[in-house]
């Protein structure tokens, strides 16, 4: 049986690390990028010969483009793409600028974007593909009030134009799972936020755990899914 190949943009992230666990727990051939935290990447899977990774600064989009452009074979033998980037700098909307709105952007939705154009002609030719984008819960009421760029940029993870339709028939599958506050450091970020407060939002009581959002990305990816397209996937404890 052919070992899958997955490639993960934003595996440093405590869910990306994770869901790198979880892969090659289930024999699969992983490659993570990440832009900082690479000591948690190389301490936990430096001697395992089925994990790879590289470095990048996704808010340089243009020089990310062409990195992609002068490797175009190399991701063009992933099977599986999930999209767990989190660029999150606290901004208002009154006091956003256009860098840090085009950094979010970039980040958090462009750069997956060029990855997918470049995955799609390999999962074409092998008539096989799992991709998973990711949201944020904030998006289903408006984002915080210090995150309004994090939120737009989540926001268009959720978005499916006709051309991803297009490849479910070609067995090329994309998802978006809505992903609900999980103990993570990036909440950090957000001061004086009142997390007991706002777990008192979710009707389950509680945050979730980065493996739980793992277990559902590599459902996802997985042959198991062979059905779900075109789905944005709340996973938020019934928020």
């Not at 737009?152 to 809505?178: A, D, V």
Request: net charge positive.
């Amino acid at each position: 049986m052919k070992q899958r190949k997955v490639l993960i943009l934003g595996g440093s992230s405590d869910i990306g690390i994770e869901a790198i666990k979880l892969f090659l727990k289930n024999n699969w051939k992983v490659t993570a990028h990440f832009n900082s935290r690479k000591i948690n990447l190389g301490r936990s899977f430096k001697n395992n010969k089925d994990f790879s990774q590289f470095k990048f600064d996704l808010q340089k989009i243009q020089s990310f483009e062409k990195f992609l452009n002068k490797n175009r074979s190399r991701f063009s033998e992933f099977d599986s793409f999930v999209n767990l980037t989190g660029y999150l700098k606290p901004t208002t909307f009154e006091k956003f600028s256009l860098k840090e709105l085009y950094n979010h952007l970039n980040v958090n939705s462009i750069s997956s974007l060029l990855v997918i154009r470049k995955l799609i002609p390999g999962m074409k030719r092998r008539k096989w593909g799992r991709i998973v984008n990711t949201s944020s819960i904030g998006t289903k009421f408006g984002g915080g009030l210090k995150s309004f760029a994090y939120s737009l940029s989540k926001f268009n993870n959720q978005f499916f134009p006709s051309y991803f339709k297009s490849l479910y028939s070609q067995n090329i599958i994309i998802n978006s799972l809505q992903i609900g506050v999980t103990k993570t450091k990036i909440h950090k970020k957000l001061k004086n936020k009142d997390y007991k407060k706002r777990i008192k939002l979710i009707p389950l009581g509680r945050m979730a755990e980065p493996s739980e959002v793992a277990n559902y990305i590599f459902q996802l990816c997985s042959k198991k899914n062979s059905l779900l397209a075109g789905a944005v996937i709340n996973i938020s404890g019934g928020e």
